[in-house]
């Protein structure tokens, strides 16, 4: 079985303009997790969904972030404009919602520099 | 608010030897889940063991095992006979119910094993 599926794995940006990051979860899978990695904070948690629908996105950092799911099998994290503090990993992960003992599975991350 | 602690920022085993990596945990749910995954310097988000809070054994997974002392709060990973594969950042993480769900991670600890 195909793990999540993320693209592009790299992306290289000017300040300012827009970038587009995908997601594709396990096929299945009714959760869906936005986290952002950096050294000073760590893995954190930016939005979820359940069933399609944004469950909480207390940890967007502001409005130039803004997260869809279309679909059970696609979802988008899209900053505009973007800033060079933005550079960070970007993790999207899938689960089993409901079911506290179901793990969550990551893609590889997109590695995301604002120049 | 559940929280996850892990207060070794940086441990070294000698190759073939065990090493333990600290977790403690806070919640106020009965019900929850406690997750350890490995990330390797490539990136990746690897899921290695999981432990429910009513397990009554500890879980193994080959040469990881957990812990568990659910009165103390504390879910530490041990890995016996480390090979220089396991030189990785390992994260604690602990998932339940009432908290909609979503997953939290403490900072990690990464592991250098030496030959």
């Known amino acids: 079985d195909a793990g999540v599926i993320q693209s592009p794995r790299h992306e290289v940006t000017e300040m300012g303009q827009e970038v587009t990051l995908r997601c594709k979860p396990i096929?299945?899978?009714?959760?869906l997790f936005w986290y952002r990695q950096t050294m000073m904070r760590g893995l954190e948690l930016l939005i979820y969904?359940?069933?399609?629908?944004?469950?909480?996105d207390s940890g967007m950092p502001e409005d130039r972030f803004s997260a869809k799911m279309p679909n059970a099998s696609f979802s988008t994290l899209k900053i505009q404009p973007s800033e060079p503090r933005d550079s960070a990993v970007y993790f999207c992960?899938?689960?089993?919602?409901?079911?506290?003992?179901?793990?969550?599975?990551f893609g590889p991350g997109t590695r995301l520099l604002v120049l | 608010a559940q929280k996850i602690t892990q207060t070794q920022p940086g441990m070294f085993v000698q190759e073939k030897e065990a090493v333990t990596l600290d977790c403690t945990y806070d919640?106020?749910?009965?019900?929850?889940?406690l997750f350890w995954y490995k990330q390797p310097s490539s990136g990746e988000m690897i899921f290695l063991i999981y432990q429910g809070s009513y397990d009554q054994q500890n879980a193994t997974e080959g040469r990881y095992s957990l812990n568990f002392q659910k009165a103390r709060k504390s879910a530490n990973l041990v890995i016996s006979a480390s090979q220089l594969g396991d030189s990785a950042m390992y994260f604690c993480a602990i998932k339940s119910l009432g908290n909609n769900n979503d997953m939290r991670f403490g900072a990690g600890t990464r592991l250098t094993v030496k030959p």
């Open positions: 992960a899938s689960g089993l919602s409901g079911r506290w003992e179901e793990t969550q599975y």
């Open positions: 919640t106020s749910d009965p019900s929850y889940g």
């Open positions: 096929s299945g899978h009714n959760s």
């Open positions: 969904f359940n069933n399609n629908v944004p469950i909480d």
